[in-house]
DNA sequence: TTCAGTGCAAAGCGTTTGCATTGAA
DNA sequence: TTCAATGCAAACGCTTTGCACTGAA
């Protein structure tokens, strides 16, 4: 189990090598997800592209995610109620634990609970195509 | 790790315990829950319900899953994209194995990764209030 | 008798989409 | 020059809510 650190992504390259047209407005949103470490919403990124050019449209910060997401380039997460909030798909896998209170994301890792995983699946007959762990939890305090 | 058979729950006593008042459409809805093994969403119960009697409203239904939520009864769960789906709080607390070509949902509990959760958010400085671990897997083919 | 619970229709929220226009290639 | 991508507004799917009525206690 481990903590961290995000890497960076090349989201224009990316987008090229797809054939991809890199429009403005896409060159903002995607400058916004390099700029971050954290996992804004699509209203988030649209307020946060807004105050760079603000012509872009709420429309086409979804329309961006999607092609993003189709690519592979990033990730979409479903927390408890809210919205769906993006992240950057470099570095390896990990899972999310969720404050209660201030809604912070802490990303963790455990090799010991995919292999628990895959093991459970496979006793059921089944194979993992991917899987979405969340831990909901509040800070301790010290005794 | 364990495959489950599911309990049955006396929703209506549950109902009259808290003070809540049984009425007809809470009957039918209740009867509903417990006559099913599988975890419907809103507008499946509203159905099933509707064939019992054709007066019930599909606000009932958002209401009463909302009561019984609220009293422990049973559990909402947000599976990928489609709308919650309600099951019967009775039985161990499990996960989630849904398969992705049918839809069907599968329980499973295991221990260890609970243990494990717990650990990890410990060493990030967090209790575990609650969680959410789906699987989203294909039947694995003989060989 | 009373007020919690209901059905209905309307609104809410996050997200998607149809359409005429625009701008990247 | 062309057609993918855009902004806008309207629609979507799921869920909640305001309101006047009803029926469980």
Known sequence: MTDRAAPKRDYEGELKRAGIRLTRPRKVIVGILQATDDHPDALEIFRRAAAIDPSISLSTVYRTM??????????????????????????????????????????????????????????????????????????????
């Open 66 to 143: 999607k092609v993003l997401e189709g690519l592979g380039a990033i990730h979409r997460h479903a927390f408890e109620g809210g919205p769906s909030r993006f992240e950057g798909a470099g570095g390896e896998h990990h899972d999310h634990l969720i404050d209660l209170d201030t809604g912070d994301v802490i990303e963790f890792q455990s090799d010991k609970i995919e292999d628990l995983q895959n093991e459970i699946a496979r006793r059921l007959g089944y194979d993992v195509v991917h899987h979405r762990l969340e831990l909901y939890g509040r800070k301790r305090r010290k005794a």
